[in-house]
């Protein structure tokens, strides 16, 4: 159903081909691989690959003598990602839940895990995975927003700080994952070597909306009674007026087996 206010919610795969296109996601997903220090001849694992957005950059990588393992339990986004390195022989697309990781242990040299952790039952269980697939010396990248310091300006702040507690109470199934990447990656056995916290910032209305979903989501705080409807629209109608600023914290931490 279509939302009365701002987008409707794109399709996921659209959602995260336009999400990574844009300056800030090209630049932490750039930073992350070149900290992964991926060599040729490596095998490199993308969980939750999604479309496939990463898996061109990390064929290209790990080079001919390497391969490339997408894992997502999606069909749709698997299909996306076929497509995407159909021509691509040394990537491998493979359907499986991340808490149940489709790789045999001990084979990877290299894995990335972004955006997926905030949705998923287990962080916990999929990091163990993680550590079961990935040998002695490897090297692990870890990417997820921190959804409690999401903020929205606007005249009515309270309204903005109802939307950031709907989001993390409501919207989003682990929305506070990116500040505990470090302790978990720790728990499940991994060496913790570089914690990034970076600030995605939106200028721009429409594209903020269809990321961080400020149409679409009022509408469900209105409906669970988190906002006034009226409130809510006045909000929403305010901040497509201009100037916009909304901004969330995204934590990448790199770490080793």
Sequence with gaps: ??????TSRPDQASYMLRAAAGDAGRAYKRRMLDLLDIRAGQTALDVGCGPGTDLPALAERVGDGGTVIGVDRDPDMLARARERTEDLHRVEIRE???????????????????????HVA????????????????????????????LVVDAEDLGTSRAFTRFTTAEVVRNATI????????????????????????FRDFDAADHTLGLGRNMEKAIAAGHVDRDRGHRWFAGLSQGPFYA??????????R
């Excluded at 287990?122 to 310091?149: F, K, M, N, S």
């Excluded at 990116?178 to 910032?201: I, Q, Y």
């Design 122 to 149: 287990e962080p916990a269980d999929v990091l163990a995975q993680l550590h079961r697939a990935t040998r002695p010396g490897a090297r692990i990248g870890l990417a997820e927003p921190d959804w409690d310091t």
């Design 96 to 118: 499986g839940d991340a808490h149940a990781l489709p790789v045999e242990p001990g084979t990877v040299d290299r894995a990335k895990v972004d955006r997926v952790l905030m």
């Design 1 to 6: 159903m279509s939302s009365t206010l701002g």
């Design 247 to 256: 901004s969330f914290t995204l934590v990448t931490v790199i770490c080793s």
């Design 178 to 201: 990116g500040r505990s990447l470090a302790r978990l990656a720790e728990r499940a056995g991994f060496r913790v070597e570089t914690v990034l916290a970076t600030t995605p910032v």
